[in-house]
């Protein structure tokens, strides 16, 4: 759905839904924490606290979305999208210290049972109303989270259900407060924060796992090693790691492919498997795939391996006059080893002598030299 919209038109979708959360909550605070005092009722006050802290979350949202739409640079070449994880965290540690004070003001309450505030009725129309706005803000938000793929506004839309839900409960410690029982509001008061405490707490583990780079779920990781594996020209895959950067998901993968092939054909494949994987995964946004000629994720190298200047070096070294005559030479590094292809021009093939002289050299180079375990000499075609 979001690869309908540009980077521009989903950066104004969070701030719109964002700003209408915030002017609900304004309203909501105000009617709630005045009728609540007007009202006698702790469990609305507490209520309207807690819109109060849905505001804050609101211009907190704002922020992280202006911060986190900022474009990769030197600095950040990954782009600010964590800019909202971290908003999250902070988010997450406000409500459970809003949770904590109106816990603890409930609790010096009810040791001194006169300081009980007994609500009045209009407390129960103040509850009902904002039950539904909570409930009309959840179902918006969430609407535009999943269009935007914004765990941060999911977050906030949890957080206007977890509104409409303690306002149930307001409103069923009100109507229990008017019935009689005198507990009931405070009761409801101390359910309200341990809801919001729990909120708090879910915000901020999420997004510390995402911080430290924890992966994706495991049947999401499955899901991309199948793909992987699936694609033409992929023989195995090892070493896939993933990890969250705000609503995008990085990927990670090693393939192995035929270890013949040329590196451009190689290159061909990695984009391949990378231009699939953004293509069936919407949160995937970034995929680096290193080619691999062999499954090396275990093997273990005792030496190092030659390079290609090493390689020209023995080659002049074993072929002596003989060097000049050849057209060129292919290295493959396979099983810990590497094997040399020595390529003659096809204008040699009368020439018998010097082609018998240079396999023969060749076959020396491969025998004396330990890191080369074979010797192919052939004609270009």
Not at 155 to 161: I, P
Request: hydrophobic share 50%.
């Amino acid at each position: 759905m979001a690869k309908a919209y540009d980077a521009v038109k989903l950066t104004k979708l969070k701030n719109r839904v964002t700003i209408v959360g915030a002017l609900v909550n304004v309203f909501l605070s105000i009617i709630k924490i005045g009728f609540g005092i007007l009202g006698q009722s702790a469990a609305l006050i507490a209520d309207g606290v807690h819109s109060l802290s849905d505001l804050a979350s609101d211009l907190l949202v704002l922020v992280a979305v202006r911060l986190g739409a900022r474009e990769a640079d030197h600095d950040h070449p990954y782009g600010h999208r964590r800019f909202e994880t971290i908003a999250t965290v902070i988010l997450g540690m406000g409500l459970i210290i809003i949770a904590g004070g109106i816990a603890w003001d409930i609790y010096e309450r009810i040791l001194q049972p006169e300081r009980l505030l007994v609500p009045q009725q209009s407390a129960l129309g103040i509850a009902a109303i904002s039950i539904l706005a909570n409930e009309w803000l959840y179902q918006y938000t969430k609407r535009v989270a999943i269009i935007t793929r914004s765990k941060l506004l999911l977050a906030n839309a949890w957080h206007h259900r977890s509104d409409a839900i303690s306002s149930i409960v307001v409103l069923i410690g009100v109507a229990g407060s008017l019935l009689g029982y005198i507990w009931a509001d405070a009761i409801a008061a101390i359910i309200v924060a341990l809801m919001v405490a729990k909120i708090g707490i879910n915000l901020v583990s999420e997004s510390i796992k995402e911080l430290v780079d924890t992966g994706l779920s495991d049947e999401v990781v499955e899901e991309i090693r199948a793909e992987i594996a699936a694609t033409k020209g992929v023989r195995n895959i090892h070493l896939l790691r993933t990890r969250q950067m705000g609503e995008d998901a990085l990927v990670d993968a090693h393939i192995v492919v035929n270890s013949r092939i040329t590196v451009s054909e190689g290159h061909m494949i990695a984009d391949v498997v990378r231009d699939m994987l953004i293509d069936k995964f919407d949160d995937v946004q970034e995929v680096l795939v290193h080619v691999d000629p062999e499954n090396d994720e275990y093997k273990v190298r005792h030496e190092a391996s030659l390079l290609r200047e090493d390689v020209d070096r023995l080659l002049k070294e074993y072929l002596a006059e003989n060097y000049p005559l050849i057209d060129g030479f292919r290295i493959h590094y396979i099983k810990g080893c590497l094997e040399l292809e020595v390529i003659l021009p096809d204008t040699m093939f009368s020439m018998s002598q010097q082609v018998n002289t240079i396999k023969n050299r060749c076959t020396v180079l491969a025998q004396e030299v330990e890191q080369i375990s074979g010797v192919l000499v052939f004609f270009k075609a």
